[in-house]
């Protein structure tokens, strides 16, 4: 049995809930914006961004689900989504041939460096212009101690490298 429930305290809450609804409305806007700018979800360049940091510009698609929120068969649709446009391409892994990359290619890249300017500044806009400097370093260690505590793969920080 696990035992009684610990209910959230009413200053847990309000921090939960102001958690909650701070999160989805960064996203919604961030994604707006890459929609509205560059013609990319934010899904789309997240996964651009990955690929663009993996040696060789490529990525193994569960890795690529690894390192993202999303499922295997949301990376397959995203990835199939940015092949169509050009600015991925699907590479047989040569060690195992039931296994695919996702390679990044020249297209997506430059797709990336015009995203990216209009992307950075509503994050700024969005997020860090509310922060003062000490905010940011706190932010960072406690969802750094949050993103340590929920990671099953026991890599630490490694298992899901930052996306800008």
């Known amino acids: 049995m696990a035992g009684p429930t610990r209910w ?3 200053e847990e809450q309000a921090a939960w ?16 914006q890459l929609e509205a700018d560059a013609g990319l979800s934010f899904t789309e360049y997240e996964t651009l961004v990955r690929l ?7 990525l ?13 068969s949301g990376v397959t649709r995203t990835v199939t989504r940015l092949e169509r446009a050009g600015l991925v391409r699907r590479v ?3 060690q195992d041939r039931r296994g695919m990359h996702a390679e990044l290619t020249d297209a997506g890249a430059a797709a990336l460096a015009a995203a990216a300017p209009g992307h950075v500044a509503s994050v700024r806009a969005h997020l860090f ?3 003062d400097p000490a905010d940011v370093g706190r932010l960072r260690e406690l969802f750094g101690r949050i993103r340590d505590g929920l990671d099953v793969t026991g890599e630490g920080a490694q298992a899901v490298p930052p996306a800008a």
Do not use: F, I, K
């Open 92 to 94: 047989e892994c040569e």
């Open 129 to 131: 212009d509310h922060l």
């Open 60 to 72: 193994r698609m569960r890795d690529l689900a690894g390192a993202s929120a999303a499922t295997r």
């Open 17 to 32: 809930r102001a958690y909650l609804g701070s999160t989805r409305l960064l996203v919604h806007a961030l994604d707006r």
């Open 52 to 58: 663009s940091e993996a040696p060789g510009r490529r």
């Open 8 to 10: 959230l305290t009413p």
